[in-house]
């Protein structure tokens, strides 16, 4: 099957690129938007957003999400904050700044007109929400307050203390929730979908299971919205919630979807440590406390004193030292492999040695406990809740963790997949961050796909697309529901003595060792053999008891498991097939002599889309060559 | 990493297989608990025993375990949430217990609560009170300049206090009442406290307290038990100033516009 990557960037120049595809796309005319049904899967702020915004405009929106109410989406555990080029501190900032960051954070591996456009309509994102009563940080003159996050040097952040997820994502869901008064948004929660339907090549519906009773539903429409967040549970422990997952995501790739750059991962410097095998998560501590915080291991190998022993002198501050310029700010990639480094060195800190200090000793000296409790309050107290530790006495203990995956379902400038009428926003895709995300963009991103860019090009696709009248009594839905129902058969079936918990783990461990924060071709090698033999022994010996006609959750941790068993093996393809370094991906063979990532850009400046040719053959890696039109491909340096 | 300082617990875990089926607390016994462990990672070892036995797992609901989602529930010995200051369910730790305890574990109850199977609930009359005017009626596109609408800060900032609420219903199930004021109260107060929720304050005021009404919340009657209990501490200020907004509203507002 040829595959179709035309980006469809719009010509002319960069910055009237979106506002001229907006005057050549197609509209639909108000009184038509009522004859067409769209499908949202997710209620994150991508999926909240645009589910809220196209019934506004008028289509009937039949929104899903695997929680029991749209407002506990992962979304909500954003904490730092979000970007926008407001330029309101009056630092230099401006919408080709923001631009110019977010292409270097991501090491030169994102699309230019996408990533303009975002940094284009970040602006609109924040007056949006402070319209819909979001109670964003406020200086005393009552105008909003910013703050600096990595990988920049303008203070562009805007915050809702350490809760700006939980703000942003209510303030999408409160535009949900008057959507869903007026009749036109209907919600179904607890459901999570089991396979995307297509008709003639396009989008048409999808299966779902009802969690609470596990029957399978269908649902048809005219077109799919995926909004359904990041992978980065693959690797078992990460900061992402429990029911995140590839599921959707990958049975839309087994669907014609391509996916793009599956290896791209996002390990995030301050995390809490591992502290034990029970463990089922790890929880961020948001990277706005490196605004004030120090990060710093002891200068002597396995040095047993405690911190407040050990004096100024015999401390490493070694993001101050090795990044002179980006200092704690440094972004999260370098961030997290100086960590790894000092660790290798033998001057990791507490039980494991797999941590490093973050110190407030100083900001608290120069600011006051109040400031800084005002700051970070909630993140103290959540640190001290899980670690039993008191950060105003003693410095945290962090450690790099997964966090984010800029890898996804390719999509074009439409946000439109390699499938036609599936579009896909959020972290559920590719698109503008590249190698590496920086920090409080994820959050702009998301939203800048929901309000303002899919609403438009799905207009455009439903306006310019002859879509014959379809329902779900199609063959094709008793198709892909006949498939879930043997998937999951099969895995009631099996009935082997090891459990979902057991075969995540033993995933999770290849992954984190092998595919994590540095790889080589021999341990990508080994990798790719023990998932494979992995998914073998899964299929062999997994335990889910019960049956499907009941609130099993066991099955539903079982058919993530599955899926995760089948993307894991493509990241570590991927990973192995890039022979460069960048961003988030490091290989160890191309590194400069000091340990920082040595790109390619004659060989690898395309994002890697793979097709799926079915569970016998191996996937086919295709090229979309990225052009730098507007910024010259530098070395990335933070120093 | 498994230490020395582990410790074993007994515990009484309500089981119930649907809706409509009976319920009954049932024993339980776990080993090698680590003061680490946070309580539903104890559940999970739990679990992961059972599956092993070929039993069917404790279903119980959970997703962000960082304290933010409002998923979690449970009554742990008679305390929603456990009773711990400002703390969810997913973030109390067992170093607060210790060998040899008995922990009672049981789903929320409140009438508007229905239980789905063992210790998961139904909360959807949590949205649907919030259908009801938990939101501004600011279109996309509509916006003007965020910094065209001051705000001081200490008003910000109360507002952020009762916008801080997860939804997670421990106000209504610690509540003898079933009230489902506190969560609402927080909502109705962060935007009539707030210049841009002045517009729709009197119908949502009207509409969210008649709907909660009608959904089987019962009233408020000060017993402030969900103050208590809430792992966000919000504070039953957000109810008295609900009940003025509604005083208010009931007075000044006309059933034509209301029914618009
Ligand atoms: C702890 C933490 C802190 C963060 N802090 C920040 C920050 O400060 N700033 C920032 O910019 N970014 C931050 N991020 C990243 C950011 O939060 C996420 O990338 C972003 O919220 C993802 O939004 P989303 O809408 O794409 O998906 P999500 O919010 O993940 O939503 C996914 C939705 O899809 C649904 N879903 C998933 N699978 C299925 C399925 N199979 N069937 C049906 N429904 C499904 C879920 O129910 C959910 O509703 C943080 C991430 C974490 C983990
Ligand atoms: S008011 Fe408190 S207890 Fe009630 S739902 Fe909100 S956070 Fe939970
Ligand atoms: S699981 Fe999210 S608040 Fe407890």
Redesign the interface.
Known sequence: MAINLDAKSPAGDLKDKWSKHKFESKLVNPANKRKFTVIVVGTGLAGG?AA??LA?LGYNVLSFCI??????A?S??AQGGINAA?N?PNDGDSVKRLFYDTIKGGDYRAREANVYRLAEVSN?I???????????????????DNRSFGGSQVSRTFY??G?T???LL?GA???M??M??KGKIK?Y?RREMMDLVTINGKARGIIVRNL?TGELEKYAADAVLLCTGGYGNVYFLSTN???SNASAAWRCHKRGAAFANPCFTQIHPTCIPV???????L??MSESLRNDGRVWVPKKENDPRKPADIPEEERDYYLERVYPSFGNLAPRDVSSRQAKYRYDEGKGVGP?KQAVYLDFADAIKRLGQDTISGRYGNLF??YE????DNPYKTPMMIYPAVHYTMGGLWVDYNLQSTVPGLHVLGEANFSDHGANRLGASALMQGLADG??VA?NTVSHYLASTTLEKVTTDDPAFKDAEQAVMLQTSKLLGVKG?R???DFHKALGHIMWEKVGMARNEAGLKSAIEGIRKLREEFWQDV?V??DAG??N??LHKATRVADFLELGELMALDALERKESCGGHFREEYQTADGEAKRDDENFAHVAVWEYTGSNSSPIRHKEELKFEYLQLATRSYK | MSSDNTFSLNLKIWRQKGANAEGKLVDYHVDHVSPDMSFLEMIDVLNEQLVRKGEDPIAFDHDCREGICGMCSMMIDGKAHGGYKNTTTCQVHMRLYKNGDTIVVEPFRASAFPIVKDLAVDRSAIDKVMIKGGYISANTGNAQDGNSILIPKPIADEAMDAAACIGCGACVASCPNGSGMLFMGAKISQLALLPQGQPEAPQRALNMVHEHDTLGFGNCTNHAECEATCPKGISIEHIARMNREYIKAAFTYHEKTRSE
Not at chain 1, 126 to 144: C, H, K, W
Not at chain 1, 275 to 281: I, T
Not at chain 1, 385 to 388: A, F, H
Request: glycine content about 10%; proline content about 5%; aromatic content about 10%.
């Open positions: 957003s809220a915004t506004e929680q029991d109410s749209p407002r506990r992962h909500i555990a407001k309101y609109n924040i007056d949006q929400m402070v319209s819909q009563g979001v109670p964003f940080a406020r200086e005393y003159g009552g105008y909003l809702a203390r809760q997820g939980q703000q209510l869901y409160s535009g929730m008057k869903v008064s919600m929660n609470i919630a429990m029911t502290h034990g095998d029970y463990q089922s998560k929880t961020l494991t107290e959540m809740r899980i670690t039993g309000y303002f609403p003595k459990t979902v918990d335990n008891p019960g009941h609130f959750l066991e």
